[in-house]
């Protein structure tokens, strides 16, 4: 310990004495190990620590998967029921259905997030109330369930932490519900995508909804325990023999359609099922941060081979007075020690403003597919701390190793022979390798950055099929109890668009039941009038949405074909739909298809309308992703609680607000106005991931260029150091300056070169398993290759034209006194 504490001192000293290096040194590796440490928080926080749930690991989640349309959806109640009490493999089963509910009676109304749930949900997920308890299966009933349980959240927020608050009572949509339990605070369902439910109800479905006409009527959530052992291959066996099963008793029903099941189920992970999506860039970013430490101990290290040429008279007398070389070797890798873990330090200090500046930016998202899931985890704790210590040794053994070993094992009598000097000299080939490395990674860093900068723009060029600019969102859910007649509904809405359309600056205003980018999907198959559909034939299926009379004048959605909706469209009128242009080309190929009728299933009965018009396909859910086939059913046909408002305006959104707000309370003070937002936010929200993503990975690539420029410079100007006298020699015998500034400019291009070539070989190696997370763009583009390269071979030249430049002005006479 004693020769340990020894070395350390001797290491600051040495260090001291040269602080130019010690900060270059310290300052690359703070950089690679704060990008790597930041990112590592991020990789643990969402796909390596378990679920906050007990035994997360035996969780999975039950989907339909619909392979005739390639649809993934939730489960239907009686596939709900019928997997419960079939399966062989569960544990315990619970459905859920998310949404919102208003709570007035006390202070300002407040819309909140509610988990309508089986009474098995709580025990499924292993959660014990800190307060009362939670459902009984008798609650779970239709008129026995005016119960709820609080969130810990929403317990503090609301009600202060009253400890009295079991048995107290709520005004939910205008019911009353009692207070039975209060979840712990660990529990925060739905937090994973920014949606954390405040307050949970008994779902209590109606019998109805169990009839068999419902089994592709898919609105659950459901999740599972997997019994001890049981894996999910075993699970997703047990549910093919079930839907065998099925399939013999709906054909000996007569179900024939049903009868073929024309869904399988799907069983996964919980924990696969919420990061999915997000692994393979949050796996890329890991990889480039690793490229950029790479980097970094290419530099320390070239710095290092520098340093120890001129270090080499100080090994020499260390070993002439009986320093072995395992002591002279400890000695200098305790300062490459050092040196990593005061990068490590600053880095760690670094990480968190870099992790503070990431949680910030993706809390400006707005819904669930804008959302990076289990993002509100992210932090730098225990795990994350030795990480960082972790890669710092590791660091600092990568590059402190050969320069130490180098100067372990120097020529004594040369190295005192030369009085102190460093060996003139060219580079070691190592130097070399090092540089070329450096060269590769960054440009392969470079290209991965292009290629998804390059795919963000394409996103960002999608045309989304309406026009988003100075258009005002808001949702208002009317309570059922309260609006329980279209009329009602009808007379609420024409007194608020009098006061929404009497505001200076509004310029048009909408209602629809979803609108675009607002986390909601509604779908279901359809028939066609006239045409018979067999077992074998495509499920006919599209996305359907109840909107407003004026919904495509406010949306700007191009009509195609035939007329929009009037007011004169009501229920007592014929029911009429329209449809989109991928619905017509898909189901009406070379055919008008104005004045044909196509009927959707609601509560069992086909509901028959007729299309009225075409008009353009719109982006729902995300502007890279492919929505289905859309029809639009008018609202006053089809009246619904469930209000999504857009109001264009002549100005920025923002600024209108206020008035909006004020408006819908003149018409209902009980009513609470939520998610009030601009749709240009919202379309820029839904490329939450993709934005961030393309920001890191640019970030790491400038970071990579500029380490690899330094290198280039550093080792060009030890190189030229090192090339005095022979320089000067040259320009003795006659050389011109330009051949000087030729000779040192060829050889970095030459390394350069070696460099690209490698980095262009790494990268069509590498960015193929970018693909899933490229658009519109291939993973081997030659524009990007090319530009790229070009682009790195620039900076490459400029960061050797200084130490080139310096080379043609050395003083042949005091070069020749150089020895």
């Not at 290491?11 to 703070?30: E, H, Q, Y």
């Not at 002591?327 to 300062?335: A, G, K, N, V, Y």
Request: hydrophobic fraction near 45%.
């Amino acid at each position: 310990m004693e020769k340990l504490w020894h070395d350390l001192r001797y290491s600051i000293r040495m260090l001291k004495r040269s602080p130019g290096f010690a900060a270059v040194a310290i300052i690359t590796l703070a950089l690679g190990i704060a990008a790597n440490t930041a990112i590592f928080s991020v990789v643990k926080a969402i796909l390596i620590e378990p679920l906050a749930y007990k035994d997360s690991d035996r969780l999975v989640v039950l989907n339909h998967y619909y392979a005739k349309i390639a649809l993934e959806s939730s489960m239907s109640a009686p596939g709900y029921a019928h997997y419960r009490d079939s399966n062989r493999v569960f544990e315990n089963m619970a459905a859920f259905a998310g949404g919102g509910i208003n709570l007035t009676g006390s202070g300002e109304p407040e819309r909140l997030n509610v988990g309508r749930v089986s009474a098995s949900f709580f025990d499924t997920l292993g959660v014990t109330p800190v307060l009362g308890r939670v459902f009984t299966a008798d609650e779970d009933r239709p008129g026995n369930n005016l119960v709820v349980v609080l969130s810990y959240g929403l317990w503090q927020s609301r009600f202060g932490g009253d400890p009295g608050i079991l048995g107290k009572t709520l005004q939910l949509n205008g019911r009353t519900f009692t207070v039975i339990g209060v979840t712990p605070q660990w529990f925060r369902y739905g937090r994973e995508f920014n949606n954390e439910m405040q307050l949970y109800m008994p779902i209590a479905l109606p019998p109805r909804q169990f009839a068999d006409q419902n089994w592709t009527n898919d609105f659950l959530d459901v999740m599972a325990r997997l019994k001890p052992g049981v894996t999910i291959e075993e699970a997703n066996a047990d549910m093919d023999r079930i839907l065998a099963g099925l399939k013999e008793r709906l054909t000996a029903a007569g179900q024939t359609y049903l009868g073929e099941i024309p869904f399988r189920i799907k069983v996964r992970s919980a924990k696969d099922e919420i990061v999915g999506t997000v692994r393979p860039a949050l796996l890329v970013l890991l990889t480039a941060v690793g490229f950029v430490l790479l980097i970094a101990c290419a530099n320390v290290a070239n710095l290092l081979l520098a340093r120890a040429a001129a270090r080499q008279r100080e090994a020499a007398i260390r070993a002439a007075v009986g320093g072995g070389r395992y002591r002279i070797l400890r000695q200098f890798l305790t300062e490459s020690l050092l040196l990593a873990l005061l990068g490590g330090s600053i880095g760690l200090f670094l990480a968190f403003w870099v992790v503070d500046a990431i949680v910030l930016l993706t809390q400006q998202g707005y819904g669930m597919f804008g959302a990076i899931p289990r993002f509100g985890d992210v932090r730098i704790d225990a795990g994350v701390l030795a990480f960082t210590f972790v890669i710092s040794v590791a660091t600092g053994m990568v590059f402190g190793v050969l320069p130490a070993m180098r100067l372990s094992k120097c020529d004594l009598q040369e190295a005192l022979k030369n009085g102190g000097r460093a060996h003139a000299g060219r580079r070691s080939r190592f130097h070399d390798a090092l540089i070329v490395s450096q060269i590769a990674i960054a440009l392969v860093l470079l290209i991965g950055s292009g290629l998804m900068v390059k795919s963000f723009q394409r996103v960002q060029h999608i045309d989304p099929g309406f026009d988003p600019s100075e258009l005002l969102v808001f949702q208002v859910s009317l309570p059922p109890l309260k609006f329980n007649q279209p009329g009602k509904i009808r007379v609420f809405l024409d007194e608020a668009f009098g006061n929404i359309r009497s505001v200076s600056g509004i310029r048009a205003a909408t209602v629809a039941q979803n609108i675009p980018f607002a986390d909601s999907d509604e779908s279901g198959s359809f028939y066609i009038e006239g045409r018979q559909v067999s077992q074998s034939d495509e499920i006919l299926h599209s996305q359907r949405w109840f909107v407003g009379e004026d919904y495509f004048q406010t949306m700007r959605i191009p009509v195609r074909a035939g007329r929009v909706f009037i007011a004169a469209d009501t229920e007592g009128s014929p029911l009429v739909t329209i449809i989109d242009e991928n619905l017509a080309r898909q189901f009406f190929p070379n055919e008008d298809p104005i004045g044909k009728r196509i009927a959707y299933t609601f509560d069992n009965d086909q509901i028959w309308r007729t299309i009225i018009g075409v008009v353009g396909h719109v982006k729902h859910r995300s502007l890279e992703r492919e929505d289905r086939a859309q029809a639009y059913i008018p609202e006053r046909q089809h009246p619904t609680t469930g209000l999504s408002f857009a109001v264009r305006t002549a100005g920025k959104p923002s600024q209108f607000a206020g008035s909006v707000r004020e408006a819908i309370r003149r018409v209902d003070p009980d009513l609470p106005i939520f998610r009030v937002t601009s749709m240009e936010t919202m379309v820029a929200n839904s490329q939450m991931q993709r934005r961030l993503a393309t920001t890191l990975m640019g970030i790491f690539a400038v970071i990579a260029v500029v380490l690899a420029s330094v290198g280039l410079y550093g080792v060009m100007s030890y190189d030229v150091a090192q090339r005095t006298r022979e320089i000067g020699i040259r320009m003795a015998i006659g050389a011109f300056q330009l051949n000087v500034l030729r000779m040192v400019l060829v050889e970095a291009m030459r390394l350069t070169i070696a460099g690209l070539l490698l980095g262009v070989a790494g990268a069509l190696a590498l960015t193929r398993l970018m693909s899933s997370v490229l658009f519109g763009v291939s993973a081997t583009d030659p524009v990007t290759f090319i530009a790229v390269s070009l682009l790195l071979a620039i900076c490459a030249l400029v960061a050797t034209f200084i130490p080139a430049r310096r080379a043609t002005l050395i003083d042949p006479i005091v070069a020749l006194r150089y020895e």
